[in-house]
């Protein structure tokens, strides 16, 4: 019986079950699923009349009124972006009424017009009753739609990002909209873990000029003349729209439709952009006004605009949840008959949710700025609302749930008009802990509001963790950022002045602001050099400790050797103070750049001496959990070392059988924080054990890392984790597979590919290619098939991919391709599929072709011809076949003959023995790449499955031979 290559998850609690067939599904336990995945289909059928009665609805874009117009480029730059690699990310913001759903839509439909499939993901959405059928069928690829991305936490986002529905052989392109681009970096970073090509497309404002927004407003003047069943008018005469206001799309929808909507009711409209909302409010309020008097609610229009106040605030809700927040507002009537009556005039779009709000946004939030006191527009005023506001936010334990969506639209709303700034900063004044109860959506948008009381974001600041947290750290950076230059333009000592450069650094390190950090721990440095002439006492370990943290922020750039000098000058400083922990941290830091930087014996003394002073540090203060997971890291960086340089194999497994001892003790004390760690540190060991000869320990200890890593992924869904534990399913395969148990090799990868799937990347490849060798050695050759497929096309993938700046990895991405055809071109002629065989073995040539062009070594033109020799064997042509083997083994000899000088004459570089022709530089690299490129065939054969001892051998033996191909002289 085949195994699926795709299989659907669904992880249900206390009893809540929805069930996607074709992707996996994330659930709260209690709360229902963390995200809710829709197939599109098109706008909603609703009534022409209904339309009119309110005129939020003619300008929400679920409604599509308005035809699409204005946005070519930008759907154009979309539409090419479906071509290309297999997964692909786009960030699409901006400002809200800029029209970013309508350009959404309509690149949607085009999508769908080519065959794609179009899911939606909707956040903490409770799903209609059943399933949904996400399986791509004949589609060739996926789009996955993603609204109000930057208000979803990141890690909800990463779970998002880990769904199988992404990682299939088929394209997946991910659209994520969002306001705001704050968040983008830190996401970026997950998206490209996951292998996903990344991209932003900042939407600007439509109308450059006036001609063209009278373009815009005309055409959707002539929309909604359309609706009104009024006769469109051979010319308009616009407001006047050259002024400011009028930017965005959705400014000129409501200029035009207060222009319909005054002319169908004989009135004047107003001209300027900030009276059109109190416009179009005042017809929302003459609705309700209406249906009231009809005695179709019960509900009184002033008691009906609390409650639509409410409805932006809070957002839909379940139906006990709205009426304990109707009952505590003390508004008048029963809270059932004020949200039946609600409903009338803003029906759910979500089943078994009341109290929907107000769209579009932006209008939500006029509408709260002209409830609450303080503008200068006239009228419209509600005294009751401030302390409504403050009574929606109270709480005696948790805030309540929706504390994120009310600060995040009063904090929108400020942007535009400055009294509701006021009101937030009254209600966050009294209680600064709703800022962080609210996301880092909600402190982003803080950020954003001009004029806010500093002391507000001040108070706010101070509440900011000292430990990480994947689901703030962008706000934190947001208002961090702001606060710091506050505090910098007031006027700070010199002191104050480096430390909330440093502390800003850090950060913006943790969101992906790597070059802004590198920027502030520079002033901070520069700042402490300074303050150290002048008390060295004070300031020398401050500034040993942000040499440490720039050579962190620097390692693994192409500006390791500044990295390098900055470490080493920390380690001098840090000597002559009484610190081992900080001397420590930096002595690793210094170990693991020396070996990038190929200074090995320092990178070996650097990390022994790393140990030695976290075990000083540990011995000053035995309860300190950061000491000892300080010294478990250098312990395991230190093992690590000596097992790639093979410096002291055994005294590398003493190292890491110490670190995961101490980690499996920090575990018991401190789980959350150290769990994770004992998996890693496990299947570090276990690879060491098996390396030095220990198979069945390695073993042993790479089962339980898998089951370690698969509990805390388990309980922590987070990318790190999922890594983790692919990592380690990888390695145990590996493992069996080099030990001939492939019947267990095979359990490990069909119990945990959809795991791995979650995680993606090279280690998924890994994976898919170690299941099509297995089945292929167990004669199961039609079960392998699927795996080889799949895995050539990531592979193919990978090959678009790699950066055409690195020749290198270009050219090593094209080797493991070839290999990979080699293997499905086998597997096709068994299965005596002679079309698909021809085609595979044709792009094998190809690819070599290109690496002999690219790099030209002697053992790349064998390939060369023994892949000529497997198509012409493929198309029956033995002659050609015979041809191509006898050139192949001819080359072959010629490096056999020569190899016992092979390494006199590289050494001589032309002082060759007396007797013997003198060999040119190329001729020498030719030879010694030969048996580099044959080292690399060979350790790549062992298994396909290449966990990382197969991965570090093969990639030192493909480091050397493009280093040699490098040295080859052109021409």
Same mark, same amino acid.
């Given at each position: ?19 996607? !067939? ?34 939020? #609805? ?31 990310? *786009? ?5 809200? @009424? ?20 179009? %899911? ?52 997946? +392109?991910?659209?994520? $909209? ?34 063209? *927004? ?34 965005? $799309? ?20 107003? @001209?300027?952009?900030? &009276? ?9 309020? #003459? ?24 409805? $932006?605030?809070? @957002? ?16 008048? =009537?029963?809270?059932?008959?004020? !949200? ?56 005696? =334990? ?22 509701? @700034? ?28 001009? =004029? ?17 947290? /994947? ?25 104050? #002045? ?62 390791? &050797? ?39 014996? &320092? ?43 093979? *410096?002291?194999?055994?005294?590398? !497994? ?51 890392? %898998?089951?370690?890593? +698969? ?36 359990? /490990? ?40 497929? &799949? ?59 290109r690496l002999v062009q690219d790099v030209g070594v002697l053992r790349a033109v064998i390939d060369l011809h023994l892949a000529r020799e497997q198509l012409a064997s493929v198309q029956g042509k033995r002659r050609r076949a015979a041809a191509e083997a006898r050139e192949a083994a001819r080359l072959q000899d010629q490096i056999d003959n020569m190899f016992p000088n092979l390494f006199a004459n590289l050494l001589g570089l032309g002082q060759d023995e007396p007797r013997r022709r003198p060999m040119d530089l190329r001729t020498k690299v030719d030879l010694v790449t030969g048996p580099a490129l044959g080292v690399v065939a060979f350790v790549l054969s062992l298994t396909a499955g290449r966990g990382p001892l197969e991965a570090t051998l093969s990639g030192v033996a493909v480091a050397v031979l493009f280093w040699l191909a490098r040295l080859r002289p052109r021409g």
């Open positions: 019986m085949n195994e699926p290559l795709f299989q659907q998850t669904v992880q249900a609690e206390a009893g809540f079950a929805y069930g996607v !067939i074709g992707a996996d599904l994330h659930v709260f336990q209690d709360a229902g699923p963390v995200y809710t995945l829709i197939e599109r289909t098109g706008p909603p059928a609703v009534d022409a009349a209904w339309l009119l009665e309110q005129p939020s #609805r003619l300008l929400d874009a679920r409604y599509e009124v308005v035809a699409f117009d204005g946005r070519e480029a930008e759907l154009a730059d979309l539409t090419s972006w479906l071509e290309g690699p297999q997964l692909a990310a *786009r960030w699409l913001h901006g400002p809200g @009424g800029q029209g970013k759903t309508r350009l959404v839509s309509a690149f949607a439909d085009l999508t769908a017009e080519r065959g794609w499939k179009v %899911v939606t993901a909707v956040h903490r959405a409770v799903p209609s009753p059943g399933s949904q059928d996400l399986l791509p069928g004949a589609a060739p690829g996926l789009l996955l739609i993603v609204d109000y991305a930057d208000r979803w936490p990141l890690s909800h986002l990463s779970w998002l990002f880990a769904n199988a529905l992404l990682h299939t052989p088929r394209s997946a +392109r991910v659209l994520l $909209v969002a306001r705001s681009v704050r968040s983008w970096p830190a996401l970026r970073a997950v998206l490209t873990e996951h292998g996903a090509r990344t991209g932003d497309l900042p939407l600007g404002p439509l109308p450059r000029t006036a001609t063209d *927004r009278e373009r815009v407003f005309a055409a959707a003047h002539d929309c909604f003349c359309e609706r009104y069943g009024l006769a469109v008018p051979d010319a308009v005469a616009p407001p006047r729209l050259d002024g400011p206001g009028f930017e965005l $799309v959705l400014t000129l929808h409501m200029a035009a439709l207060v222009a319909v909507d005054a002319r169908a009711r004989g009135v004047s409209p107003p @001209g300027d952009p900030s &009276e059109f909302s109190a416009y179009l409010l005042d017809r929302e309020r #003459r609705h309700w006004t209406e249906l009231h008097g009809n005695q179709a609610l019960s509900t009184p229009p002033q008691v009906m605009a609390r409650t639509v106040f409410t409805a $932006v605030l809070t @957002g839909a809700q379940s139906y006990e949840a709205a009426a304990g927040v109707l009952g505590g507002l003390g508004l008048p =009537g029963h809270p059932h008959e004020l !949200i039946d009556d609600h409903a009338v005039c803003y029906p759910p779009a979500e089943p078994d949710r009341v109290l929907e709000p107000l769209y579009p946004d932006r209008l939500a939030e006029d509408l709260l700025a002209l409830a609450l006191p303080g503008h200068a527009a006239g009228g419209g005023a509600d005294p009751w609302t401030p302390g409504a506001t403050a009574g929606l936010l109270a709480h005696d =334990g948790d805030p309540p749930a929706y504390a994120g969506r009310a600060i995040t639209f009063l904090a929108s709303s400020a942007t535009r008009w400055p009294h509701v @700034g006021k009101s937030l900063a009254d209600v966050l004044s009294a209680d600064p802990a709703l800022a962080l109860a609210g996301g880092g959506a909600a402190l982003t948008a803080l950020a954003e509001v001009p =004029g806010l009381d500093p002391a507000v974001l001040d108070a706010v600041e101070r509440l900011f963790p000292e430990r990480r947290n /994947i689901d703030l750290d962008a706000g934190i950076a947001a208002v961090a950022e702001r606060v710091v230059a506050h505090r910098l333009a007031t006027g700070v000592d010199p002191a104050m #002045r480096a430390e909330l450069h440093a502390t800003l650094a850090r950060r913006l390190l943790v969101v992906d602001r790597t070059q802004d950090a590198v920027t502030h721990e520079e002033r901070a440095i520069e700042g402490y050099r300074a303050l150290v002439g002048e008390d060295p006492a004070r300031f020398t370990g401050p500034l040993a400790i942000n040499l440490n943290n720039l050579a962190n922020l620097l390692m693994g750039t192409d500006r390791d &050797e500044e990295a390098m000098s900055a470490v080493e000058e920390a380690v001098d400083l840090l000597r002559g103070l009484d610190d081992p922990f900080n001397l420590a941290m930096a002595l690793g830091n210094r170990a693991m750049l020396a070996h990038q930087l190929d200074r090995n014996s &320092e990178a070996i003394e650097s990390a022994q001496e790393a140990v030695q002073n976290h075990r000083l540090a540990v011995a000053a203060d035995p309860d300190d959990l950061d000491f000892q997971g300080g010294l478990a890291m250098a312990l395991g960086n230190l093992a690590y070392l000596r097992t790639t340089l093979k *410096r002291g194999e055994e005294q590398a !497994i003493e190292a890491s059988q110490e670190a995961v001892t101490l980690s499996r003790r920090l575990a018991e004390a401190d789980p959350d924080a150290f769990r994770h760690r004992v998996a890693a540190m496990l299947g570090t060991h276990a690879v060491q054990l098996f390396t030095v000869g220990r198979h069945e320990d390695g073993v042993r200890a790479a089962i339980e890392a %898998v089951a370690l890593a +698969r509990e805390t992924v388990a309980r922590h869904p987070i990318r790190s984790f999922q890594s983790a534990l692919a990592r380690n399913v990888v390695s145990l395969m590996g493992m069996y597979q080099r030990l001939e148990r492939w019947e267990e090799a095979l359990a /490990i990868g069909q119990e945990h590919l959809v795991a791995v799937r979650d995680f993606g990347g090279p280690l998924l490849t890994n994976v898919l290619g170690g299941m099509a060798t297995i089945f292929t050695t167990l004669g199961r050759q039609e079960e392998a098939l699927p795996y080889a497929r &799949e895995t050539a096309e990531r592979l193919r993938a990978a090959v678009m991919e790699a950066d055409p700046a690195d020749p290198d990895a270009e050219a090593a991405a094209r080797l493991e391709l070839a290999q990979m055809l080699n293997q499905l071109v086998t597997l096709l002629v068994a299965l005596r599929r002679k079309k698909e065989a021809v085609a595979a073995a044709g792009e094998r040539v190809a690819l070599y072709e």
